[in-house]
């Protein structure tokens, strides 16, 4: 078992930035992946951002040249740097951490965007 620990969600404005934690119980080198997924009321969760027990990262594309996502390995934390906030940004935000067949999450952090 996996826990998954987040913080950093808020309140911003249009053109902000936040910056998401997300601890692990587990080494990183201990999983296939670890990233971030968003979910708005009645649409299916979608991936953020996510980044490879290799160190390679994949983003969506709504979010390419404006979110970063980054890991510190001795801490067993990822974290995603969240630039020029847009409204459609806001959402419910869920840590993910994939390891062989089994997804594991975190509690979720509200991130909201006002205009």
């Known amino acids: 078992q996996v826990q998954l620990v987040e913080s950093g969600g808020g309140l911003v404005q249009a053109g902000g930035s936040l910056r998401l934690s997300c601890v692990a119980s587990?080494?990183?080198?201990?999983?296939?992946?670890m990233g971030w997924y968003r979910q708005t009321p009645g649409k299916q969760r979608e991936l953020v951002a996510r980044i490879s027990v290799g160190g390679s990262t994949n983003y969506a594309d709504s979010v390419k040249g404006r979110f970063t996502l980054s890991r510190d390995n001795a801490k067993n934390t990822v974290y995603l740097q969240m630039n020029s906030l847009k409204p459609e940004d806001t959402a419910v935000y869920y840590c993910?951490?994939?390891?062989?067949?089994?997804?594991?999450w975190g509690q979720g952090t509200q991130v909201t965007v006002s205009s």
């Open positions: 993910n951490a994939h390891i062989i067949v089994k997804d594991y």
């Open positions: 587990l080494s990183i080198f201990r999983m296939n992946s």
